[in-house]
């Protein structure tokens, strides 16, 4: 495993300016552009500094602006739109240079512990058959690094299903073709509070979703150019990403150069922890076949 300069959670975690202003570090994930995780993650944690200890988010709904410049720090403006007894809200603006390239609401509340249900249990091979199958067919024991949500590196992820040759990896039936599968956890051992569980299940939340769209024509990575136009994350139950976490993910339509995309991240047993939908830019290539 590669040692990194600094750890996820501290580079995710904001400074504070003045009142309601905040700075966040960046790093480049992807080329070009900023990681839309990265942002949501930090702008919830200058949300967080605002809001009572005992409240966490129980959904977020984001625009993205620009893509952003991996060379410049991000500052973070939380207007406070509600402060309830059991719910907060607020909203959001993350700027560089003084645009705006990001925005979101969030709504928070303090937990229920009461009656809980699932329609959707996923099926999935365990996270130790993922990686065993990924080496064999070539891949490193770090898991897959490109993308956004690997941070680099930090977090390592298995991809289930191949989503250039699906038949290259598990047996899948043609009704599951499209839905695309990754156990990814966060190899660290340092403890967490439940605000920093949540930016981290937030921070991987953008990962293979853009990628969706373009994999029902081509290749994501060589055929399409994708870019997260808006994102929203229910966040149902507290999940550890030190611990394995399921992100599957799928494509629902795709029309007028914009694709909308479903995801749902469960624990290792199978708990439902948050619920995704995300649209996309999905633009073809000039020179791609």
Same mark, same amino acid.
């Given at each position: 495993?590669?040692?990194?300069?600094?750890?996820?959670?501290?580079?995710?975690?904001?400074?504070?300016?003045?009142?309601?202003?905040?700075?966040?570090?960046?790093?480049?994930?992807?080329?070009?552009?900023?990681?839309?995780?990265?942002?949501?993650?930090?702008?919830?944690?200058?949300?967080?500094?605002?809001?009572?200890?005992?409240?966490?988010?129980?959904?977020?709904?984001?625009?993205?602006?620009?893509?952003?410049?991996?060379?410049?720090?991000?500052?973070?403006?939380?207007?406070?739109?509600?402060?309830?007894?059991?719910?907060?809200?607020?909203?959001?603006?993350?700027?560089?240079?003084?645009?705006?390239?990001?925005?979101?609401t969030i709504?928070?509340?303090? $937990? &229920?512990?009461?009656? #809980?249900?699932? !329609?959707?249990?996923? +099926? =999935?091979?365990?996270?130790?058959?993922?990686?065993?199958?990924?080496?064999?067919?070539?891949?490193?024991?770090?898991?897959?690094?490109r993308g956004?949500?690997?941070?680099?590196?930090?977090?390592?992820?298995?991809?289930?299903?191949?989503?250039?040759?699906?038949?290259?990896?598990?047996?899948?039936?043609?009704?599951?073709?499209?839905?695309?599968?990754?156990?990814?956890?966060?190899?660290?051992?340092?403890?967490?509070?439940?605000?920093?569980?949540?930016?981290?299940?937030?921070?991987?939340?953008d990962g293979?979703?853009?990628?969706?769209?373009?994999?029902?024509?081509?290749?994501?990575?060589?055929?399409?150019?994708?870019?997260?136009?808006?994102?929203?994350?229910?966040?149902?139950?507290?999940?550890?990403? $030190? &611990?394995?976490?399921? #992100?599957?993910? !799928?494509?629902?339509? +795709? =029309?007028?150069?914009?694709?909308?995309?479903?995801?749902?991240?469960?624990?290792?047993?199978?708990?439902?922890?948050?619920?995704?939908?995300?649209?996309?830019?999905?633009?073809?290539?000039?020179?791609?076949?």
């Amino acid at each position: 495993m590669t040692d990194f300069p600094r750890d996820l959670v501290d580079l995710l975690t904001v400074r504070k300016k003045e009142p309601e202003f905040y700075i966040g570090d960046v790093e480049s994930y992807v080329p070009q552009r900023l990681y839309g995780g990265h942002l949501v993650a930090q702008g919830l944690c200058a949300a967080f500094e605002t809001v009572d200890e005992d409240k966490l988010a129980h959904s977020i709904h984001a625009n993205y602006h620009k893509m952003g410049d991996t060379a410049l720090p991000v500052e973070y403006q939380v207007e406070i739109l509600k402060n309830g007894r059991s719910f907060s809200s607020r909203m959001i603006f993350a700027r560089q240079n003084g645009d705006l390239v990001f925005s979101m609401t969030i709504s928070f509340k303090k $937990r &229920d512990l009461d009656e #809980f249900f699932q !329609s959707m249990t996923p +099926t =999935a091979p365990p996270a130790e058959v993922a990686i065993e199958t990924f080496v064999s067919l070539g891949g490193t024991v770090d898991g897959a690094t490109r993308g956004g949500a690997s941070a680099g590196g930090r977090i390592l992820v298995y991809p289930l299903t191949n989503i250039f040759k699906p038949e290259e990896m598990f047996d899948i039936d043609e009704e599951r073709s499209r839905i695309f599968q990754s156990w990814m956890r966060l190899p660290s051992e340092r403890s967490l509070t439940d605000r920093q569980k949540q930016m981290l299940l937030v921070f991987i939340s953008d990962g293979p979703l853009p990628g969706c769209s373009a994999a029902v024509f081509g290749d994501p990575h060589t055929t399409h150019q994708t870019m997260s136009l808006d994102h929203s994350i229910w966040l149902h139950q507290l999940g550890d990403l $030190r &611990d394995w976490v399921l #992100f599957e993910a !799928s494509s629902i339509v +795709t =029309a007028d150069g914009r694709g909308l995309n479903d995801g749902n991240l469960y624990s290792r047993d199978g708990k439902l922890l948050a619920s995704i939908r995300q649209e996309s830019l999905l633009r073809r290539l000039k020179n791609a076949v």
